[in-house]
C-alpha cells in the first residue's frame, strides 16, 4: 500500500444548513471546472477537478460508551491528477 500525506484537514461543527452550503460551493466548483482553494489559518491547498472521478460513498455505524450510536455518512472523490478518472453506477434519490 501507498504513503499517505494529508494535505489539508478541517473538522468543525456546523448545522444542517451550513454543512449544505459548503457542499454546495464544492459541487458548484466541480462543475464549473474551476479550482478550488482550501484555507484555514497558515495551510492553504488548490485542487483542479478532473472531468471524472471515482465517487465513494460510505455509511457506518460506530458504537460510543457514553453516547450510544454513533452514524456517519462520508463523501469521498478521488482521481489522479492528469487523468480522467473512471464513471461509476451509484445514484441518489
Do not use: C
Amino acid at each position: 500500500m501507498g504513503r499517505e500525506t494529508v494535505l489539508f484537514k478541517s473538522e468543525e461543527k456546523k448545522s444542517s444548513v451550513e454543512g449544505v452550503a459548503v457542499l454546495r460551493s464544492i459541487a458548484d466548483k466541480i462543475e464549473k471546472g474551476k479550482s478550488m482553494t482550501l484555507r484555514q489559518g497558515k495551510d492553504k491547498v488548490v485542487l483542479d477537478f478532473p472531468q471524472n472521478m471515482t465517487l465513494e460513498i460510505k455509511v457506518e455505524d460506530e458504537e460510543k460508551k457514553r453516547k450510544g450510536t454513533k452514524r456517519s455518512l462520508e463523501i469521498e472523490l478521488e482521481w489522479y491528477p492528469g487523468s480522467d478518472g473512471k464513471h461509476g453506477g451509484v445514484t441518489i434519490e
